[in-house]
Structures are given as structure tokens and as C-alpha cells.
């Protein structure tokens, strides 16, 4: 079965720095793209960023631009958010997601508290 496990979150102060990773496993990763969403307390979830199959293309939600890098290892089936000047407004659970047969899998999340 699909199984994304996200890992990398934690607390941060503002202006710091956080990778989180998603290890995937159960479909073929390599064409399949990839998306990481994030969900505030009170908030609807929202797509940050998304990478294609090969990795050649992405795209960020604009509050991701110019802070946030989405990058792939489709040897490792890894996917990961690079996240830099964090704002307490990044502050939320993260979870990678993904679509084969048409069909939404979801990780479990990774927590992401930005806060002094």
C-alpha cells in the first residue's frame, strides 16, 4: 500500500531554517509528482509546493516563493522541503501527498512551529 512518512519538524526561531523529508513507498515514485501541503490550526490545507515526476519543473504557492525549495531523489524515493526565513505564519503541520491512479495519499504530517 501507498505509505508517505514525513520527518524533519520541530521548533524554530524566526529567520531559522528546516528541512522536512518524506519517504514513500508502495507506487512508482519516479512518475509520479510530488506535492507538500501544510494546514494551520483553524486554517483549510493549503499546497506549498509541488515538483514533477523528474523534478524538472516546480511550482510554490506564494508564500513559499524565494523561501522554500522543493527537491526530489527518485533513487531514494525521497521528497524534501527546504524551508529558510521562516515566519511564524509557517507555522503549521506539513504532510507530503502524492496522486497515483488518481486517487490522494497523504502522510501522517510533521509539525512546524515557528516561534522566539
Known amino acids: 500500500q501507498v505509505q508517505l512518512v514525513e520527518s524533519g519538524g520541530g521548533l524554530v526561531q524566526p529567520g531559522g531554517s528546516l528541512r522536512l523529508s518524506c519517504a514513500a513507498s508502495?507506487?512508482?515514485?519516479?512518475?509520479?509528482?510530488m506535492r507538500w501541503y501544510r494546514q494551520a490550526p483553524g486554517k483549510e490545507r493549503e499546497l506549498v509546493a509541488i515538483?514533477?515526476?523528474?523534478?524538472?519543473?516546480?511550482n510554490y504557492a506564494d508564500s513559499a516563493k524565494g523561501r522554500f525549495t522543493i527537491s526530489r531523489d527518485n533513487a531514494r524515493r525521497m521528497v524534501y522541503l527546504q524551508m529558510n526565513s521562516l515566519k511564524p505564519e509557517d507555522t503549521a503541520v506539513y504532510y507530503c501527498s502524492t496522486r497515483p491512479w488518481g486517487v490522494d495519499y497523504w502522510g501522517q504530517g510533521t509539525q512546524v512551529t515557528v516561534s522566539s
Open positions: 515538483i514533477s515526476s523528474t523534478g524538472s519543473t516546480t
Open positions: 508502495g507506487f512508482t515514485f519516479s512518475t509520479n509528482v
